[in-house]
Structure formats: structure tokens, C-alpha cells
């Protein structure tokens, strides 16, 4: 199973498989993404304030726990001396994982000419930029004293200490740092011509100079637009290889390890597809989301929700292959540590879970071998919503499992979460849906002059 | 300040169509305002050396070699450290800083070079005070050219470019 979708040549064209007629002239396509932005008056926002609603409260638990986190430490989770990596962590890399597809949809999918990511990249690359941000305060909320989470900087210090290189930490640092300024770069280069738009749209003044300004004069030019492109193109030959050294990093986190469970060398390629995987479970949510909230059903199609989820059923079956590696890999070795920990994951005090994730991230999307089931859109979201929750079960477990039965069996211990646990996890999807929430009323949440190409593309010459 | 001709039109065809006739008949091809990248008009304009990947990668060739100095000086120089006896100079482990800030210097000198070759940020222009030109970015096509010869032949321009399809002729100042 391949990633690429070849298209057979007696097949419709890349603009009616894409869009439905009442989207197929550059003015629909305008129209369609820029009424709500401009016209607000005209666009009911109820759903919008409820749910905008429910995720300032969200962020306000989020922030207290981070402020008692602070206050009190460390020790109002549920970690203890032998699971000494919580929820926090696995948060982190569950979110860093959703984090992933954005650059993977927008960078990959450019350069394999897929033309559909046209109308889903830009909300997509929002997802990545928002989830990697989330992502990034866990470590630093994580560490016993926060307050000296700078020294992972290197800078000439009247201590004398340099930071230590060598550490898995001090990778994470910076693979986030470059991943999310490099992502708000490659965000904002493809918003410039459609601030432009946005600019010539604008009837009146305030939202005339706000996306003015953005735009930076862009006119459209034969000049500007073959500097844009090339400069597009080279950012997303870029963007690959750093999406794929993120989650690699994050996995090289627990495979440079010595813990049963953990030290294993499939671990970043495994991470990079889970990340895959859980980021295009999000996106195809926020896909659904997007085209009911914005009434978008002419630019995003059932079709797209077709080949999202073809992408996950083979991520699904990867997903699955690798958790067989493991076990195999645990039996073959004949490392005692190894093969109890497999045990214990089959039958220990996770196992309910254990199975949940099976269920969620091996199983239950088999369903997607369905035509008819991969063009519901309620039955993608709903498939999409349990593979996120497989996938943070995974995070979960990678950590519980190996921590609780390590080594020494007199140190085995379980996690106990606690309150705090899940207001931080569930807060943290707050500030997500926040950002988020405030990103569709801001900012043209399909890149216009993308699905305009797709269009032209598609009128008889 | 040269004045030249403003066609706008409403079709990529037409619009591709009227360059390649303009360029035949020896016009100046000033420039083409488009809502999307139109690669069917690379006939009508030269190509323009971009320097925007050679500042890429020197950029980030650079970042990367300076990332990699600094792990070598504090690691191996400033502070040697005895993880374990594991080698002061653990390039394996050192790759990934350079790697990954070669990469975003790379991008932020690639956006760079980018603003410069565009002109950008040009908030003002005297192109946004022409009517028809909002639409440039929206869904219109503007040929911008200039006749061979300057005097008289610009009434007969305008018209060949209407008949060729173009909704609007205006001579602007450019």
C-alpha cells in the first residue's frame, strides 16, 4: 500500500473529483471562504461562542494547573519514584504527534502532487502550529524547576555549564524550537497572497489595513509570484526531512534509554507513522468541523474524506505491523525483562487499555476498506475521534508499562492519576480548540489561491 | 515614470492567449498580475535568476557548521564532561541540533531573500489606486505592456487588446 493515489486517466478531472459545481469559478471559491470573515453580520456565530465558551474554561483549568504545578510541584500528579513520566509527557507526545501532519499534508503531499490538500492545508498547518505549541509547554511544566528551564540555551554563564548535548532533552529543545518556527514560517509565506485577497475584499477600512498589513503590498506579480513559488517549493523539500527528525527525536527520548520496552531501534519510524497517523485523524476531524461550521461542503468533498482515510488504513496497518515487531521482537530476543514486559502489557493492570488500544488503532479501522465508509463523513469522525483516543492510549501505555515493570521487580509500581492529571490533559485540548476557535474568525481558513489553481485548472481550453 | 497598458481580462485562455499575440507583435511584456501562479505565460517573461535556494543552503550550510562549533567548543573545549567515558566529541548525538536549526535558518534566509526579490514589504503602490486591480487578486487577469513604438500606436493597441478579449484597456502609470 502506497501513499500516493495515482489517478486512472479516464477518471474525472483533478477539479470535479476535488469540488462540487457551485465552487468551480475563482469567485465561488472567494466568495465561499472569505464570507464569513468579512461578512460577519450575515454568519450566525452561536456554535462559535459556545464552543469558544467552553474552551476559555478549559484554558482557565489548564492554566491553574500549571500555576499549581509551579506553586506546589511536581508532586500533585500522580508520577511517583518508579513511574516517574506521567500524563505530562505522554500529552506532549501525543499533541507533538498531531503537531506532525500539518508540514506532512502541506510539504509531502505538494511534492507528490496531490492536488486535494489544496483546500485542507491551511487549517491543517493551523493544527500543526497550534499542537506543537500545546505540545512544547509540557516538558518545560514537567521539569522539576521550571524556572531554570532556560539553561537548556546555550549561553555564556557566569556558572561556567554549558548544556549537556548529549541529552535527550536538550534534543527536544531544539527539534520543537526549529519545528514551530519553522512552521509559522511556512504558514505565513502561503497566507501572503490570501491576505491579499483578503485586503482588496475588505469593504471597510479596519479589515482593509489588518490584512493589508499582512499582505505586505503583494500584488501578484509574474515576479512575485515565481519568487513564491520557488521559495514554496524549497520549504516544503525542507519541511519533510524536519517533520520526520521531530517525532524521530521524540522516539529517540525513550530508544535512547536502557528500560525494557523502550530501547528499541524501531522506535523513531514507528513514532513518525503514529504521528502521521494521529495528526491525520485530527485533521480529518477539524476537516468535518470546518466544512459544517463554514458551510464549506462545495470545497471540501466526501472525496476528501476518502483518501484520508485510505491514508489511515495504511497507517493503521503499519501501526499494527510494529506492535507485532515489538512482541516479536520481545520473544525472539529471549530477554526476560523484554517478555514480561509484553506480558504484563497482554495481562498486567493495564490491560484493559492495552486492549482499547488494539480496538481503536488496529481494528476498528479496518472499517475504512469500505467505500461507503470512508465517504461518511459522520463515520470518519467518529473513526477519527477513536484513533486519537487509541493513539493517546498508546502514548500512555508506552510510558505506564515500561516504567511500572521494569528491571527490578521490587520497584514495580503503578500510576495513580490524578485530578490535576486530567485537568491538564483535558485543559490543554481547551487552549488547543482556543487558538484554534480564534484562528477560523481571523484568518481564511481554506488557501484560496490553491483551490483557484484547482479550479482553473479544470475550465475547458 | 512609464505609462503602460492595463488589459484586464476575465479567462486565463484569453489572457494567455493575448500575451503570446502581444508578444508576436513586438510589445514590451511589462508585467502580469494573476489571483494564481499562471505557468503558461513563462513564453511571455524572462525567468529571472533567483538567488532564493543559494541563499538556502549557504544559510543553512552555514547554521548547521556554526550549531556543530558550538556543541564542539562547550562539549569537547569549554566543559568537557565525562558522561561514562562516552567520547567529548559524540557527533552522533551532535547531529541533531545542527540538522534541525540548519533547517530553520535555511527557511528564515530563504523568507529573506524571498521579500527582497518580490519587492516586499511594499505596502503602497500606485497600482492599488487603480480600480480593476483589486480584482488582480481575486479572479481578473492583467496584461501590462507596452506598444514598440510610443506615440500613435497606443489607441490601436488598446483595441487589438479588446478584441483579443480583454474587458478593460487603461493606460496607467506604472
Given at each position: 500500500m502506497t501513499l500516493a493515489i495515482t489517478i486512472p486517466a479516464e477518471q474525472p478531472g483533478e477539479t470535479e473529483r476535488w469540488t462540487l459545481p457551485e465552487a468551480r469559478s475563482l469567485e465561488a471559491v472567494n466568495a465561499i471562504v472569505a464570507a464569513p470573515l468579512l461578512e460577519r453580520s450575515s454568519w450566525r456565530w452561536r456554535a462559535w461562542w459556545i464552543g469558544f465558551g467552553i474552551s476559555l474554561v478549559m484554558t482557565a483549568a489548564f492554566l491553574l494547573t500549571i500555576f499549581l504545578v509551579f506553586y506546589r510541584g511536581i508532586g500533585i500528579w500522580g508520577v511517583n519514584s518508579t513511574v516517574v513520566w506521567g500524563l505530562a509527557i505522554a500529552d506532549y507526545v501525543w499533541w507533538i504527534g498531531i503537531g506532525n501532519a500539518g508540514t506532512l499534508i502541506s510539504s509531502m503531499l505538494l511534492l507528490m502532487r496531490q492536488k486535494w490538500r489544496a483546500s485542507t492545508n491551511r487549517f491543517a498547518e493551523a493544527m500543526t502550529l497550534f499542537a506543537a505549541t500545546v505540545a512544547g509547554i509540557f516538558p518545560i511544566i514537567h521539569l522539576g524547576r521550571p524556572i531554570y528551564f532556560y539553561w537548556l540555551t546555550p549561553y555564556p554563564n557566569t556558572m561556567h555549564v554549558w548544556p549537556q548535548w548529549r541529552s535527550a532533552l536538550i534534543w527536544d529543545f531544539w527539534a520543537i524550537l526549529s519545528y514551530i518556527l519553522f512552521s509559522i514560517l511556512f504558514w505565513y509565506v502561503g497566507l501572503i497572497p490570501d491576505f491579499a485577497a483578503m485586503r482588496d475584499r475588505a469593504q471597510s477600512r479596519g479589515p482593509a489595513l489588518f490584512y493589508g498589513a499582512l499582505a505586505l503590498g503583494w500584488r501578484g506579480s509574474w515576479r512575485q509570484w515565481q519568487v513564491y513559488e520557488r521559495l514554496h517549493l524549497a520549504l516544503a523539500c525542507l519541511g519533510v526531512p524536519l517533520v520526520v527528525s521531530l517525532h524521530s527525536v521524540v522516539g529517540m527520548d525513550f530508544a535512547a534509554s536502557l528500560m525494557p520496552g523502550w530501547q528499541e531501534t524501531i522506535f523513531p519510524p514507528y513514532f513518525v507513522v503514529g504521528a502521521m497517523y494521529s495528526g491525520f485523524a485530527m485533521v480529518a476531524c477539524l476537516s468535518a468541523l470546518v466544512r459544517w461550521g463554514f458551510r464549506m461542503e462545495a470545497l471540501i468533498t466526501t472525496a476528501h474524506f476518502d483518501v484520508m482515510a485510505k491514508v489511515m488504513l495504511a497507517a493503521a496497518i503499519i501501526m499494527g505491523l510494529s506492535y507485532a515487531t515489538e512482541w516479536f521482537n520481545a520473544w525472539y530476543g529471549g530477554e526476560r525483562a523484554d517478555r514480561s514486559l509484553v506480558a504484563f502489557e497482554f495481562a498486567g493492570h493495564y490491560a484493559p487499555m492495552f486492549w482499547a488500544l488494539l480496538l481503536c488503532n488496529v481494528v476498528i479501522p479496518q472499517a475504512f476498506w469500505w467505500p461507503g465508509i470512508r465517504r461518511s463523513v459522520v463515520a470518519v469522525f467518529v473513526i477519527c475521534i477513536l484513533i486519537n483516543i487509541g493513539m493517546w492510549l498508546e502514548r500512555i501505555l508506552i510510558i505506564w508499562n515500561t516504567l511500572s515493570h521494569d528491571y527490578l521487580p521490587s520497584a514495580w509500581r503503578i500510576f495513580l492519576p490524578t485530578i490535576w492529571d486530567w485537568m491538564v490533559t483535558f485543559g490543554s485540548l481547551g487552549l488547543f480548540a482556543m487558538m484554534f476557535l480564534i484562528f477560523v474568525r481571523v484568518i481564511p481558513v481554506v488557501s484560496m489561491h490553491e483551490v483557484r489553481k484547482l479550479v482553473a485548472e479544470g475550465e475547458p481550453s | 515614470m512609464t505609462r503602460v497598458l492595463l488589459a484586464e481580462f476575465a479567462d486565463q485562455r484569453r489572457f494567455v492567449e493575448a500575451a503570446r499575440r502581444a508578444r508576436d507583435a513586438r510589445y514590451r511584456m511589462v508585467d502580469a498580475y494573476t489571483p494564481y501562479p499562471v505557468e503558461e505565460l513563462s513564453f511571455a517573461f524572462d525567468h529571472g535568476r533567483s538567488k532564493i535556494r543559494l541563499a538556502m543552503f549557504i544559510g543553512g550550510v552555514l547554521m548547521a557548521a556554526l550549531a556543530y562549533g558550538l556543541e564542539y567548543y562547550s562539549g569537547v573545549i569549554d566543559y568537557p564532561y565525562d558522561s561514562g567515558g562516552r567520547p567529548f566529541d559524540a557527533w552522533p548525538a551532535f547531529m541533531l541540533v545542527p540538522f534541525a536549526t540548519g533547517i530553520l535558518l535555511a527557511a528564515i534566509c530563504g523568507f529573506a531573500t524571498f521579500l527582497f526579490e518580490a519587492g516586499l514589504p511594499h505596502l503602497s503602490h500606485p497600482l492599488f489606486a487603480i480600480n480593476t486591480f483589486a480584482r488582480a487578486s481575486q479572479d481578473r487577469f492583467l496584461l501590462a505592456v507596452e506598444p514598440?513604438?510610443?506615440?500613435?500606436?497606443r489607441p490601436a493597441a488598446a483595441e487589438m487588446l479588446a478584441g483579443l478579449g480583454a474587458i478593460s484597456v487603461r493606460e496607467v502609470e506604472r
Open positions: - | 514598440p513604438h510610443e506615440d500613435d500606436d
